[in-house]
């Protein structure tokens, strides 16, 4: 008998989730934790860590999950990380829902970095006014360019911040075009620094970039062990009905 476990938190993992409610199918949706208040979801839900690869490892074991689809942030690379290392030790089918990579089109101005650590040098130089699209996750690291205003996009409002000059908004998305290019005006933004997230739900910030001629420090995806990997959510449902 099938037991799905859907690694979530994406717009992709909630379509999925919603498919595979209505198709009947045995499915857990796990969340990494790292929103206060996340989605509610068809299906049964989990909210927190498993406690590195041993920890999913213990729990596929325990909960007889018989496939696992990785359908989290594309630079959620531990935990895709993990997801590979656990469905090999357990013999368990892993298949990923992934989104396409954003690509430059005509009028952008981009300039990459290979990772974050050189995204937070690319920043040396004079104060800007950075709309800094990471997450929560990474503020600190960008806490070595201190002399920039950064404007912030949370879903929740955060504690504290590690960064000196910043204002932080708090929204939830898909944005739309016309919405992130007034944000950007509002706050007189001189660059856009965002992941290389693909997919629809968070591009409009770059379309608005494009249309105020702002230049975007892309940060690229990191790179995963191969693994099988599906576009659409037809694709996920056939190969968990037919293995």
């Known amino acids: 008998m099938t037991n799905l476990l859907i690694l979530g938190g994406t717009t992709e993992a909630n379509a999925l989730a919603k498919a595979v409610a209505e198709q009947g199918i045995a499915a857990v949706y796990s969340y990494a934790g790292r929103v206060e208040h996340p989605r509610p979801q068809p299906l049964p839900m989990r909210v927190g860590g498993f406690g590195g690869g041993e920890g999913l490892v213990e729990y596929i074991r325990e909960n007889k999950v018989t496939h696992l689809v990785d359908a989290t942030h594309p630079f959620a690379a531990r935990m895709s990380g993990n997801a590979i290392e656990a469905c090999q030790a357990t013999q368990t089918s892993l298949a990923a829902l992934t989104r396409p990579a954003w690509t430059p089109q005509l009028g952008d101005n981009w300039r990459h970095a290979p990772d974050i650590t050189a995204a937070v040098e690319a920043l040396a130089g004079d104060p800007l006014r950075v709309f800094l699209a990471v997450g929560r996750m990474h503020l600190l690291e ?102």
């Open 142 to 243: 960008f806490s070595a360019q201190p002399q920039h205003h950064y404007l912030l996009r949370l879903v929740d409002e955060p504690d504290s911040l590690p960064l000196p000059n910043a204002e932080v908004v708090v929204a939830r998305g898909p944005f739309a075009e016309a919405e992130d290019r007034a944000l950007l005006q509002r706050h007189d933004t001189q660059l856009v620094v965002s992941k290389n997230a693909g997919g629809s739900g968070a591009r409009a910030k770059l379309d608005a970039a494009r249309a105020l001629g702002l230049p975007v420090l892309m940060i690229d995806r990191p790179v995963l062990p191969q693994r099988t990997e599906f576009s659409t959510i037809a694709q996920v449902l056939d190969w968990v009905s037919h293995p």
